[in-house]
């Protein structure tokens, strides 16, 4: 969430800011005006508690003097049902000032591109070199099905569209993968690893920006008022909400499996087939949170903790930063980690590594004590996907196919999977 005071004092930075991301910049201008009213309102309520103090000691002198203080008395009954009608305005108001807020994208860091596209998102570097296959490549879900790794139609048939059974190899890889992960984000990373609930209230959806804008995009628990997690990143990130940490235990750094959850409404007719774009899909998150003056370092930390995984895997990616066109909600700075897939001649994103500043912090209360004293400030949330378990499936099955059509492990993954290659059909 956005400082209000910040927007008092610099509303044109704001202005400008939600113009870059395509949005209304006279979203600014209804924030400034709710808030205007909310100020009014307060400031009524204030002049009339000074009238109460007044008249109480009018009340208290005329007590005092034995005369009769029933017209006063009664004045005051009338100010004390005014100054409470008020205080519930206000709180309305303010109400209305947090909710506008609260649909207010971050602001970009000034290093990020501006765009009107993905076509303005800018190539930071590369790794490694595309494979040189001497055959036509299969897309991954043509080899899935014929070496009986992934099944759509079945997927389909339990659940419905955009599920699917990872089985056999498939599923042994998987498995894999995120043991892979794992041991390489804490053991040489650093990282402690956490396991999180799957599901989560609607004040933590709220504290990751998740809410109020996008509740079509999630799965909704309508008995108990819960979500399913669209990633680790939400309850994780929520770990400390509502606490203020010691400046000295910064920074924090967690790495969580799970299962996410993405009802992808906005996405109809997009990936419709394959593994690219599904409901439920495994994933591997990376979250830090940092001291204000480290999180861009951090930043940079944590998007070459992700790039590793790939570099290990010996698969081809670039690193792209996104424009204000493309950039998430909450970011202030995004890198998308692009793994290069020769079926669909084509790159595809397989880790977001942003850094949200303080929007999250500030949403979800979580601050820091500064070690010289001081008030407390928020810190900084940083997180990634390190990576996404069932798109490193598809970028292994179409990099590492082979002309016989097996498909070769890489000599990292080998001791996680038991095996050093899929035989073909």
């Known amino acids: 969430m956005l400082d209000l005071k910040a927007i008092i004092n610099d509303p044109n930075k704001f202005k400008t800011n939600l113009k870059h991301r395509g949005g209304d910049p006279t979203e600014i201008d209804r924030v400034l005006a709710v808030n205007d009213e909310r100020r009014k309102v307060i400031t009524a309520a204030e002049t009339l508690k000074a009238q109460q103090n007044k008249m109480n ?3 208290a002198s005329l007590k005092k003097a034995k005369q009769d203080a029933t017209v006063q008395l009664n004045q005051m009954k009338e100010l004390s049902q005014e100054v409470k009608r008020l205080e519930v305005e206000a709180s309305l108001v303010d109400s209305k000032v947090q909710g506008l807020l609260e649909t207010l ?3 970009c860091h000034p290093s990020v591109p501006v765009g009107t596209s993905a076509n303005d998102n800018k190539e930071i570097r590369k790794f490694g070199e595309k494979p040189n296959l001497n055959f036509k490549p299969l897309e991954h879900w043509e080899l899935g099905e014929k070496l009986k790794v992934l099944d759509f139609e079945r997927g389909t048939k339990v659940t419905g569209a955009r599920f699917t059974f990872v089985r056999s190899y498939g599923a042994k890889i998987e498995r894999a993968l995120v043991n892979f992960m794992l041991d390489m984000h804490t053991k040489e990373h650093g990282y402690e690893e956490i396991i999180p609930p799957f599901i989560v209230n609607r004040d933590s959806m709220r504290g990751t920006g998740q809410l109020p804008k996008f509740e079509e995009d999630l ?6 008022d819960y979500f399913l997690i669209p990633t680790a990143e939400v309850p994780v990130t929520n770990f400390f909400k509502q606490e203020t940490l010691d400046e000295a235990q910064l920074p924090v750094a967690f790495a969580a499996y799970s299962p996410c959850f993405r ?3 906005g996405s109809y007719g997009k990936d419709t087939k394959g593994l690219i ?13 940092t001291h204000p003056s480290q999180s861009y370092e951090q930043h940079e930390l944590l998007t070459g903790h992700a790039e590793k995984i790939l570099q290990k895997l010996g698969l081809h990616y670039r690193v792209m930063c996104l424009s204000t066109a493309d950039i998430g909600f909450g970011s202030a700075k995004t890198y998308d980690l692009e793994v290069w897939l020769p079926g669909q001649n084509a790159y595809r994103e397989i880790s977001s590594c942003s850094n949200f500043e303080d929007f999250q912090a500030r949403r979800a209360n979580i601050r820091f004590k500064p070690a010289g004293g001081g008030k407390p400030e928020f810190v900084h949330t940083l997180n990634g996907s390190g990576l996404a378990v069932g798109r490193t499936l598809v970028a292994l099955l179409e990099n590492f196919q082979q002309a016989d059509g097996s498909v070769l492990i890489p000599k990292a993954l080998q001791p996680y999977c038991g095996f050093d290659k899929i035989p073909a059909k």
């Open 57 to 59: 000691q009018e009340i």
């Open 105 to 107: 994208p971050n602001v």
């Open 219 to 224: 799965f909704h628990l309508d008995k108990v």
């Open 263 to 265: 009802a992808e409404a």
């Open 277 to 289: 774009r599904q409901h439920q899909f495994n994933k591997v998150e990376v979250v830090r949170f």
